[in-house]
């Protein structure tokens, strides 16, 4: 199993970005995904998570500028950033929950990460 980001870059305060993370491989099924960030000096945190039947959850940092939402048929998690603050600086890591065979354990599987940079 793969996960795959793109997206992110450099923006201005108060400017907007969206994330996507497509999976790929064999597997029966993704539960939760996510968004987590990961900024230098600081430990991961999450920034927003959803389940397959799209109930989310947001750090408190990001409530009511970051929106997430997943494609099912696609595999895909994405994450639209508006209103970006300095703070929001950091690597962005999407995350899976993935049952890859028909046991049913769910393992974890993370993206490569992507930089998200706001700065004037």
């Known amino acids: 199993v793969q996960l795959v980001e793109s997206g992110g870059g450099l923006v201005q305060p108060g400017g907007s970005l969206s994330l996507s993370c497509a999976a790929s491989?064999?597997?029966?099924?993704?539960?939760?995904m996510g968004w987590y960030r990961q900024a230098p000096g600081k430990q991961r945190e999450s920034v927003a998570t959803?389940?397959?039947?799209?109930?989310?959850n947001y750090a408190d940092s990001v409530k009511g500028r970051f929106t997430i939402s997943r494609d099912n048929a696609k595999n895909t998690v994405y994450l639209q950033m508006n209103s970006l603050k300095p703070e929001d600086t950091a690597v962005y890591y999407c995350?899976?929950?993935?049952?890859?065979?028909?046991?049913?354990?769910?393992?974890?599987?993370w993206g490569q990460g992507t930089q998200v940079t706001v700065s004037s």
């Open positions: 959803i389940t397959s039947r799209a109930s989310t």
């Open positions: 995350h899976a929950g993935v049952v890859v065979d028909d046991l049913g354990y769910e393992y974890d599987y």
């Open positions: 491989g064999s597997f029966e099924m993704i539960n939760a």
